[in-house]
């Protein structure tokens, strides 16, 4: 157990106009289960890279143990064992150089298997294979399998072989940069049933049930810096939110109080003004002493006026870090026909192995549905099927005349130009697709600048716009959550529970699927609905 120390961390990427954070400041202890959590664009994965030494900022960051960051780069030709082992330290090359020092058996060799054998046992290299066999086996990989090539893995297969190779060497502390990105939910249970028996890590993630399971703090990052809290994100987020109402509240009183003291020293500025104008009119009156009084009233009006902009200013200082999430609106086209989409007896394969055989759905106006099922199992060429971008083997797929579709795809990837551009370029709404994008937090600094610049959040949001700037009858939306801060994903949720729209989405986070989807398909099992 030690305590790692962050003071006064800066750090501002090249050619950018304003700093990821400043002042960063903070405590945590080595033994902890941390989540860090922020609005996209924070620097979430920028202080991990910090912490990991990859990225140089200034302040000061102490800590006594190494740190080591996920994800990283596996030779994906090599074995997997092999492979994993030597992206932590070079175990392979001190195992063939102490062989060699041994086979010349000079006393310069000699000496030198010496050295190398320090370095290699120090790095626990007699056991490391032992140890990650048995890491393995708690991700729900075979360890005999690890002879086989990396790259002949799973994607999620990789993904969990890399995670649990980090935990192999005692005495680190471990950042852990989204752990789940694109696992189905069975590899994601797997990830956090493995992580809630650990210890010593930071992890990013904006999966909030995750974090629910494998998290004892939170470090969050908010507007006014880093906030350090004890419990797992729910805990944390309600915290948040009982916070906000207090100053959403106390804004709203203040409001109320700043536009009765305007009131107040208005009447009585405009009192001085009908005196001062009164000195000059007719009858005997006492010029000097009206005077004096309508200037001491002038003198009183002004000095409120001053008093009520410095408790403007002073309250307006304690509400900069309110989070904002306006709720969003979706106005989808009414479409005639009884059903938006028909699934008759369909099938579908690659390279001679069939994804799904005889499915068969129906989707009427207004319902959402989720579909899930283990990666590999054809989510995704499921809604290609639908956007008519793939032609069943067998069956057919049925939708109406006329149907307009708006698709969210899984990546930005072919996203280019300025966020403005893109709209005038695709025939959007400007001024509509530009709100959500505020009210998804997006700086509109950022309207005119490279989305290739943005963040993977940012960048996601920005198709979520695209999407929801288009009218349509029917919304594909894949994987619409991903690298998005729990925030929109709340923001998602209350726009579609309020409203008529056709959905079919692909989701892998357990707690929006059960607050959206009205209806599931699992893929991969028999029965399917």
């Not at 740190?67 to 596996?74: A, G, L, S, W, Y």
């Not at 306006?326 to 989808?332: M, Q």
């Not at 054809?378 to 069943?392: C, F, N, Y």
């Amino acid at each position: 157990m030690a305590t790692i120390q962050i003071k006064n961390l800066a750090f501002t990427y090249e050619g950018a106009a304003e700093p990821v954070f400043c002042g960063l400041s903070f405590n945590m202890d080595s033994s902890w289960r941390l989540g860090l959590v922020g609005r996209n664009g924070r620097g979430k994965t920028t202080l991990l890279k910090l912490l990991a030494g990859q990225l140089t900022g200034s302040g000061q960051v102490v800590c006594p143990l190494p740190c080591e960051f996920f994800p990283f780069q596996v030779e994906g030709a090599r074995p997997a064992l092999e492979a994993l082992i030597d992206a932590l330290a070079p175990y392979t090359r001190w195992e063939r150089e102490m062989a060699a020092c041994l086979d010349l058996g000079t006393p310069a060799a000699l000496q030198r298997f010496g050295e190398v054998e320090l370095a290699y046992a120090a790095q626990e290299g007699y056991t490391i294979r032992e140890a990650l066999a048995r890491e393995a086996a708690q991700m729900r990989v075979d360890p005999e399998a690890l002879g086989r090539p990396f790259a002949s893995f799973s994607p999620g297969e990789q993904a969990r072989l890399k995670l649990a190779a980090r935990f192999v060497r005692p005495g680190h502390f471990l950042l852990i940069d989204e752990p789940t990105n694109h696992l189905d939910q069975a590899g994601r249970q797997v990830v956090a049933d493995y992580l809630g028996r650990k210890a010593g890590f930071l992890t990013a993630s904006h999966d909030r049930s995750f974090l629910d399971q494998v998290c004892d703090h939170i470090l969050a990052l908010e507007k006014q810096g880093a906030r350090l809290v004890a419990g797992n994100y729910s805990s944390y987020r309600e915290n948040k939110r009982l916070q906000d109402d207090h100053e959403r509240a106390q804004r709203d009183r203040i409001l109320a109080d700043v536009s009765r003291l305007r009131v107040s020293a208005g009447e009585k500025a405009a009192w001085s003004d009908r005196v001062e104008a009164g000195k000059t009119g007719g009858g005997p009156v006492d010029r000097g002493y009206i005077g004096a009084r309508s200037a001491a009233m002038m003198k009183r009006a002004k000095a409120m006026e001053g008093r009520v902009q410095k408790q403007i200013e002073q309250k307006e200082a304690l509400l900069k870090n309110l989070e904002y999430t306006s709720p969003l609106k979706l106005r989808p086209l009414p479409h005639p026909a009884p059903l938006l989409l028909r699934f008759e007896d369909v099938g579908i394969g690659f390279t001679g192995q069939p994804l799904f055989e005889g499915l068969s759905f129906t989707l009427a106006p207004g319902e959402r549905l989720a579909v899930l099922g283990p990666n590999g199992a054809g989510k995704s060429t499921l809604l290609r099927l639908i956007l008519g971008q793939l032609r069943p083997d067998a069956g057919r797929v049925w939708t109406p005349g006329g149907l307009v579709i708006s698709h969210l795809p899984q990546t930005a990837e072919g996203l280019t130009g300025t966020p403005r551009a893109l709209a005038l370029r695709e025939g959007l709404d400007l001024t509509l697709f530009l709100t959500i994008l505020r009210k998804f937090d997006l700086p509109q600094a950022h309207f005119d600048r490279e989305v290739a610049g943005f963040s993977l959040g940012q960048k996601k949001k920005v198709l979520l716009a695209r999407s929801l700037a288009r009218p349509a009858h029917l919304y594909l939306w894949d994987e619409p959550l991903n690298d998005i801060d729990p925030e929109s994903r709340e923001q998602l949720e209350e726009l579609l529970a309020d409203t008529s729209a056709s959905l079919v989405f692909i989701e892998h986070e357990r707690l929006f699927i059960s607050r959206v989807a009205t209806r599931e398909l699992v893929l991969g099992q028999p029965g399917g609905l």
